[in-house]
């Protein structure tokens, strides 16, 4: 059965025979457009089930909401190779279109996402005239690495033919959630870092388009950049003052995962309100988000 936005009924019919039941787009919609549109954006080898949780509360609060599929994203067999094919080309479409599919939706868009999910958020940030853009753990390089030296990791990674190293090398495809990827590809990782580096180089020239931007990062974070995030919260202050926030976690262990419930849920039950008040914030607790500390 159709919706009322032809977009998003476009979007869920991408939902081909190779997608798991739980690696499906979710859409909670009212039925028609509402003052408020929110979509959720997850990360690299994850699928919507991650933001299942928020989605459910921001459509209780009156929200129309979707958490696309990602591309390649969401297929039933844990160990699909799909994700080696992912591109950047598609990942900007796919950035676009939800921005689109929002506005059929509602009124007033807020785009939130993790990891891969929330590079996405802010280079939709940098774009597009949206009401909020929450980028949360947003993927703008490893932590481990430099950030003058991401542009060569990602052409060395593309140079060479792609892996799948696991995301745990123990527990390997008994990893939870069953509903993302044990895996990552690393040609799909080389295309996340250049789309970070086009995003630092372009919020050096022109400042974002979006009315209000919340960053959020862990303090103890032990994947992503922590300093390319800060670095782009500076350049965008400075371009639109008073218009950033960001959030710093901390009293966390070391963690990237902080959104899925079914990877460390005592550590996502710690951040979830955090989290949904930045993506959903009261007018009355605006400044309470420059800082959070953990129990």
Known sequence: MGTFSERLDALLALDHGYVGEKGRTIARVHGSRRPRAVVLLHGLSSS?????????????????????????????????RAQARLTGEELLAAS???????????EHVTVAGFSLGGLMAAWIAQHYEI????????????????NRTMT?????????????????????????PEHGYPRYSTHALAHAILIARSLLAEAAEAPPLAHRIVLVHNASESAVNNRAIRRLHAIWSGRRPGAVDILELRGLPPSHDIVEPLQRSALADRVYPALLEAIDPCDSKEAALRSYEGE
């Open 152 to 176: 060569l990791l990602s052409e060395l990674l593309l140079r060479i033919p792609n892996r799948f190293p696991w995301w745990h090398p123990i527990k390997r495809e008994r990893l939870q």
């Open 48 to 80: 919507p089930a991650q933001f299942g949780r928020f989605a459910e509360e921001l459509f209780g609060r009156g929200h129309n909401v979707v958490v696309p599929r990602l591309p390649r994203h969401g297929h039933a067999d844990r160990l699909s």
């Open 96 to 106: 676009r279109e939800v921005v689109e599919i929002g506005r059929e939706l509602g």
């Open 131 to 146: 009401d909020r853009a929450v980028a949360i753990a947003p993927f703008f390089g490893v932590a481990l690495f430099p």
